[in-house]
């Protein structure tokens, strides 16, 4: 009998549990994917996806061969050839393109979080594109706003330590679905609750973490910062905040008094149509609770004002003073406590000339109206066919027969069908990878745990293949995956000390070097420019923005857009289906069979308006695009709003679209984010 080996491992997707995996090898395959039991976050258990990660390893619709299009874009034809017929075929019209009148810029990487992780995500990809002198991506397509929203208040996204979330006794959930997108928090929530803590949640959908919750507010879609402002005011009238936390560790309270105090509860709760009387509760509940915590979570600042959403969220843990016991404070996320040094992994010093940025979030525009035009497009860690905004002017773009087009991937996706060159990539168990987390304080390490499936590799040796084509010799292109790793340790902060390769290698996963009951701001120390928490930000200020915390209402709402909404009287919401991450999963047999069908919650009271039953299936539309989906009429969305689980591969959907040819390509207000959930729609009764 062949003896089993334990690789350790760890799940690469964009989650910000970031799990501790444990593989069981036999004979050369993966048995068996469990969550470490040792690692404190994961606590011996994943996700109803990641258990059944080898369900993706293993499907035969795995891509594991080089291959080239035979069809035309868009009809998924494709013929085999060899890895170097590939490598000198992109090797070629890369250098055709950059030495050409619109130079190395029309050239365009594309990627994000299909697979997270320093080696195959943001290491020797950044130093290829570098070098080449290609147009650089802002990556900006789902958390940018919320993230520069924390930057310039508290000075990095650093917070409440998630292990320390059980010391709580109010825990507040806004704008986050725990049980689905966050689910290692759930049982530090469980164990305070049996202390005694008590759970609200904020969210304009009644999600199935909103069930569990003692309270549930339901606010208007993008009207978070006007409950936030209104819950300061109330708390600076009472006398409740923490007047010794404000002077020694706060820069300009008097002038967010100032802001606040034309922010009263009845103004507020018109806006985000709840009750004054919610707001003023919630307030004194958070101010004269301690500790009390929030989790933040990416969805509420996916529209027009969503940086400021955040900024004014994250401004209330000062106020009060909540900062100062472990278990108190905001948690949006822990990323910017991994301090690798960039300039080394990234290289940045190897960019030639001054490239343009193109921001992700607007791909559409980019392949369809930039002058110079781009050229060339390399896609790895996304399906921008299917997530990015504005679809029909995505799509339009990559139908484009002068674009050449590379898609390195796992699977044959939306995106893949119109590559010109098509490439296979290896999962999380045939790589090695180190991947910082942005939900806790561990580095988890990723060891190679099978061969690599057919021909596949890995992100980091095709971009080191692709440099030697291209005659790039610096030495950086002859790193290995060991040598990247290696790179990113050797970082000099003090809560690095200690963890090695070597020990990653033995232990699967490193704690940083922080107290137990870790309070990042229990005594100031925030990472602005002075040192406090920045209720008036210099920095925004230069931006043009308000430097005090500020609400910017929806670009599309009825209260903002009333011509608009006479037309398209819905706002829809998009957050993940419960099965699904991103488009990850949701192209697998056993997650389509959970979410069963594309479908679209909508208000009794709007169905009854619309002629619509319960599963009909209906047109989902504005000037944008438009798709199919089934209707669900639910309680749990409020009259004037609707909710899409997202996001279903274009080709397993009706119509071969989804929601995203709806949404368009504006920006939030701070971080140039996507403005996903900002979007007014009409939903009809379909013929089809």
């Known amino acids: 009998m062949t003896a089993k080996r334990i690789i350790h491992a760890a799940c690469p997707h964009d989650c910000p549990d970031t799990c501790a995996m444990l593989v069981e090898v036999e004979d050369g395959r993966a048995t068996r994917v469990s969550g470490d039991p040792d690692h404190t976050p994961t606590r011996g258990f994943l996700c109803t996806k990641v258990t059944r990660y080898l369900e993706r390893v293993y499907n035969p619709g795995r891509l594991l061969y080089p291959m080239r299009r035979v069809g035309a874009k868009g009809e998924g034809r494709f013929e085999r050839i060899s890895w170097d017929e590939a490598l000198d075929q992109i090797a070629r019209r890369f250098r055709e393109i950059a030495a050409s009148a619109d130079g190395p810029e029309a050239i365009l990487p594309y990627s994000y979080g299909g697979t997270m992780g320093i080696v195959n995500g943001s290491s020797m990809d950044r130093r290829f594109f570098h070098r080449l002198g290609a147009s650089k991506l802002a990556r900006t397509i789902c958390s940018s706003a919320g993230v520069d929203a924390m930057r310039y208040t508290v000075g990095a996204t650093i917070g409440t330590d998630m292990e320390n979330f059980h010391l709580a006794r109010l825990i507040v959930l806004w704008g986050t679905n725990t049980l689905s997108s966050n689910i290692h928090l759930w049982p530090e929530i469980q164990q305070a609750l049996s202390c005694g803590a008590r759970l609200i949640g904020i969210d304009p ?18 009207t978070d910062a006007a409950f936030a402002l209104a819950v300061m005011n109330v708390i600076v009238a009472e006398g409740l905040e923490d007047r010794d936390y404000i002077e020694r560790y706060t820069l300009g309270f008097e002038l967010l008094r100032e802001q606040v105090a034309a922010w009263p509860p009845a103004r507020a709760a018109s806006i985000c149509g709840v009750t004054e009387n919610e707001i003023t509760e919630f307030a004194r509940e958070y101010a004269t609770t301690r500790p009390a915590v929030i989790r933040v979570n990416y969805g509420l600042q996916r529209h027009a004002g969503g940086g400021m959403a955040v900024r004014a969220i994250a401004c209330l843990p000062a106020l009060t003073g909540a900062w100062r016991e472990a278990g108190g404070g905001v948690l949006l996320s822990s990323s910017g406590m991994f301090t690798f040094d960039e300039a080394v992994l990234q290289r940045p010093d190897l960019i030639r000339g001054n490239p343009r940025t193109v921001n992700m979030s607007r791909l559409g525009e980019a392949l369809t109206d930039f002058e110079p035009p781009v050229r060339a497009i390399y896609v790895y ?11 029909s002017k995505v799509i339009e773009g990559l139908k484009r027969e002068d674009l050449f087009t590379v898609v390195h991937e796992q699977f044959q996706t939306d995106t893949a069908d119109y590559a010109d060159i098509l490439l296979p990539a290896t999962t999380q168990l045939e790589h090695r990878d180190i991947v910082k ?35 790039f010799e610096e030495d950086c292109f002859k790193d290995t995956d060991e040598d990247i790793i290696r790179q990113a340790l050797s970082t000099e902060a003090a809560i690095f000390d200690g963890i090695t ?31 406090k928490c920045e209720f008036y930000s210099e920095g925004l200020e230069r931006e043009g ?59 009794p009271e709007d169905a009854r308006k619309r002629g619509i039953s319960d599963g009909d299936r209906v047109r989902v539309w504005n000037d944008r695009g438009e798709c199919r989906l089934v209707a669900r009429l639910s309680e749990r969305v409020k009259p004037g709003v609707a909710v899409a ?44």
């Open 545 to 603: 923005l308000d430097p005090l915390p500020d609400y910017i209402p929806p670009r599309e709402s009825p209260a903002t857009a009333p011509e608009l909404a006479a037309r398209f009287p819905l706002q829809l919401l998009s957050p993940p289906a419960n099965s699904f991450l991103n488009t990850s999963f949701s192209h697998l047999p056993s997650f389509l069979k959970s979410e069963r069908q594309p479908f679209i919650q909508i208000n």
């Open 205 to 222: 959908h009644r999600n199935h973490t909103m069930d569990h919750c003692h309270q549930f507010i339901q606010i208007n879609p993008g």
């Open 501 to 531: 390769l070597d020990r990653l290698k033995r232990d699967g996963w490193a704690r940083l070097n922080l107290p137990e009951t870790f309070a990042p701001f229990a005594e100031g120390g925030f990472h602005t420019p002075s040192g």
């Open 645 to 688: 689980l997202s996001i279903w591969w274009n080709k397993l959907s009706p119509d071969h679209t989804n929601v995203n040819q709806t949404v368009s390509q504006a920006l939030t207000d701070i971080g140039a984010g996507a403005t996903f959930f900002d979007n007014l729609v009409e939903v009809a009764k379909s013929d089809a």
């Open 381 to 391: 860690n996304s399906n921008p066919a299917a997530i990015a905004p504005d679809q």
């Open 437 to 471: 987390p942005y939900g806790h304080y561990y580095l988890v390490y990723n060891e190679p745990a099978i061969a690599p499936m057919g021909e596949a590799k890995p992100n980091w040796e095709v971009f080191s293949l692709l440099a030697e084509r291209m005659g």
